[in-house]
Every structure is written in C-alpha cells, then in structure tokens.
C-alpha cells in the first residue's frame, strides 16, 4: 500500500513540476517534494498501527487428541486410513475383546450364584423370624395356663379348707371332702406341668444376640454376607463390561487421524505415554500475536481480517474475542533460587489476541498450523481503516507467489 501511495504521489509531482510545469523545479521544490512523502508515510504507518495494528503472525491451533486405549490387548482391526476425515462415533480400531467376553461370562454366573445364595439365605430368615414369633406366643401361651391354672388352684384349696371343717362339724359329707382334696392334687400336678413347659420356651429364648434370637441373628448374618458379596460381583461385573466397551474405540468428535502407525496384530497399552495414534478435531482457535503497546485501543468485538498463506487470495472476516492478557515472562515459579535475568534483560514478550471467525467465512479449511496476517479495526480512525484493508488484501494476493529458485 506504502508503494501505491508512493506512486500516486510521484505521478502527481511529474504532473505538477515536469508535464505542466505548475511549479518551479528547483531545490527549494526538490526538498519539499522529498519531505512530504517521508513525513506523510511516517505519520499514516504510526496512526495505523495505533487505529488498525497488524500482526504477521497469526497461527491456526487445533485440538489434538492423542488416542490412548483403556483396555491393554491385540489389536483385531483398524478400518481406518491414515489422514482420512472421519466423523464423532466411527470406529478407529478394535482391540481383541475374548479376554474380557471370559471375565463377563465369569462374574455373571459367580452373580447367579450369589443371588441363589442371597434367595436362601432370605427364606432362611423369614424361617427364623416366623419360629420366634412361634415361641413368643407359646410363651405367652404358657404363661397363660400357668396364671389361670394357679388361680384355680387358689380356689380349689379354699373349697378343701371348707369342706374340711364342714365335715368334722357332720355338717358336710366326707365324699365332698375327699373330692375337694382330689382337685387339689389335680390342679397341682397341672401347675407343675404348666410350669415345666414354660420353662421349656424360656430356654428356647434366652439364647438371644443383641435382643434377637441366636438364629434369627445368624440368618441376619447369612444374609448381609450374601449381599456383600451380590454387591461386589455386581462391581467386578460392571468393570468387566466396561472394559469389554473399551474394546471398541470410536473417532472422539469430527476430525481426521494422523500419524497412523497401529496395525492388526500389534499390542495396545493403557499407558498414558503410549498413544495408539494422533487424532485432530475440526474444531480450531485462531490467534494473532501483538506487541504490547498495540492493543491498548483493542476491545473484545473489534472486527478484524486475516489473511492465511494457505488461502491465497481470500480474505477472512473475524472479530475480536479477547486479548490473553499473560505470557511466560509475567510467570515466576516458587523455588529456593534467585530469578537469573542474564546479562541483559530479555525483549518483552506479544500478547496473543484470540480471534473468532465470522459465520460467512466458517466453510473456510483452516489447517492446524496455517500461518498468515492480521488486522484488527478498532473504534478509533476509521477513516483511515482502509488503507489497512487495501494492505491486506494486497497481501493476501502476493500468497500466490512462491518465491524460491528450486
């Protein structure tokens, strides 16, 4: 653009002084005429990079997955091309899942099992449970007779008391005598059977276990161990399923696979240091680095354009979606050392902009990597802002020149 100025400038000074002879062309002339381009484009490039700054290193950074397997196995197939675009959820390989097929079959009979164990074990308490609710109620029913079989005894040897003195008196008959005597050895016999039976119950109870019967609470005991246990396969049998899941790895998002070095036969590890594989989504983030003082007029929103050596020719619309405001020198780890600032202090770092492209330009292919120019327009000079534009546009045509000799 300083070029084109320049030319247009030079024309009209060939118009003025040498085709129409307007002026005079003498030194006074000469000096001005060279003066007024160096100050003109001195104070047009100061405003622009104040108003509209550009940056020539603008990079296109992708998210890049490396693809580590959760399970450990052979590797059965890779249906896959290396630098193909795949899209979310399509396989990228499989790993041998026999292994894993042996543990699910495993825990899932050890858990049938155990449920069996855990049914029984249940019933078994219902049981125990239902027998000293029987026990209680013969208690009580013993406990019964004994008080009503008492009580009639209590009666019985009153009546024998009174027919006792009724017949030495000869106001009563001896048989009524000899048959109240009889109830009472009747009733007595009664009592002392009825007490025994109580007895019995009572030792049936009184083995108890924190106020439970001694059954009840082992069949309580039978039957946690049987859930512990339902519990735990049921923990190992969903890890086995999810590791038999992991046997199958699909594509994390939309993207294309690079450095595709895995092959049937080979062997994948969990290891976080072992990636099976490089994957690059298509999702991006493009930033543009600034000198500091450039971005005090910068404000998230700015529009901006970019201009990437990989698309000779088109210009790409962006806004302004935040300045990072950091960078590795504002950063001073904890440590027991002084800062070694060295011999001279280092240039102050740029300041990355991070730049949102605009819908119109979105169908755009930005490869990871791709490096190119910037400008952001900011509210202040805009009747100058087109000059920028005119620079970045002119950039983006001289991309189609490969300038080497070979």
């Known amino acids: 653009m300083e ?3 320049l030319g247009i400038y030079c024309t009209i000074v060939w118009l003025i002084f040498i085709k129409f002879k307007l002026l005079p062309w003498n030194t006074p002339w000469k000096v001005t005429v060279v003066i007024i381009p ?4 001195a104070t047009l490039i100061l405003v622009l990079n104040v108003v509209a700054p550009s940056s020539s290193d603008v990079t296109v950074v992708r998210y890049v997955v490396p693809i580590i397997p959760e399970a450990r196995g052979r590797v059965v197939d890779v249906p896959i091309e290396n630098n193909r675009h795949m899209k979310k959820g399509e396989v990228l390989f499989r790993i041998d899942p026999t292994p894993f097929e042996i543990a699910v079959r495993d825990y899932e009979a050890r858990l049938q099992s155990q449920r069996a164990d855990l049914t029984a074990a249940s019933a078994a308490l219902s049981g125990s449970e239902a027998g000293g609710r029987e026990l209680t109620e013969e208690l009580q029913a013993a406990s019964g007779k ?3 079989i008492t009580a009639a005894l209590g009666l019985a040897r009153k009546r ?8 030495a008196t000869g106001a009563g008959s001896r048989f009524d005598h000899e048959e109240a005597q009889a109830t009472v050895e009747q009733l007595t016999a009664e009592l002392a059977a009825a007490r025994a039976s109580e007895r019995q119950v009572l030792e049936r109870l009184s083995g108890k276990s924190e106020g439970e019967l001694a059954s009840v609470a082992e069949a309580r005991a039978r039957v946690a161990t049987a859930s512990a246990n339902v519990a735990s396969t049921e923990a190992l049998l969903a890890d086995a399923s999810w590791s038999l899941s992991q046997t199958t790895v ?20 969990a290891l976080g240091m072992l990636p099976v594989m490089s994957f690059v989504e298509d999702d991006y983030q493009v930033y543009a680095l600034y000198y500091q ?3 005090f007029n910068v404000e998230p929103g700015d529009k901006a354009e970019i201009a990437l050596e990989t698309i000779p020719g088109r210009v790409i619309k962006a806004t302004v979606d935040s300045v990072l405001w950091g960078q590795g020198q504002g950063q001073m780890n904890a440590s027991g050392s002084l800062p070694i600032t060295g011999l001279a202090p280092s240039a102050p770092g740029r300041f990355p902009v991070k730049l949102l492209i605009a819908d119109g330009d979105k169908d755009a292919f930005l490869a990871a990597g791709a490096h190119g120019h910037a400008a952001i327009y900011t509210q202040h000079g805009k009747a ?4 920028r534009k005119v620079i970045i546009r002119v950039g983006s045509y001289t991309n189609y020149l490969v300038l080497k000799l070979h």
């Open 250 to 269: 699909f594509a994390p998002a939309d993207g294309t696979v690079i450095n595709l070095q895995l092959r049937p036969g080979m062997v994948a590890t």
């Open 38 to 41: 160096i100050v003109g484009l």
């Open 146 to 148: 004994v008080g009503s």
């Open 160 to 167: 024998l008391a009174q027919t006792e003195e009724l017949a």
């Open 3 to 5: 070029v084109i100025l």
């Open 384 to 387: 100058v802002h087109i000059i």
């Open 293 to 295: 003082n450039e971005l």
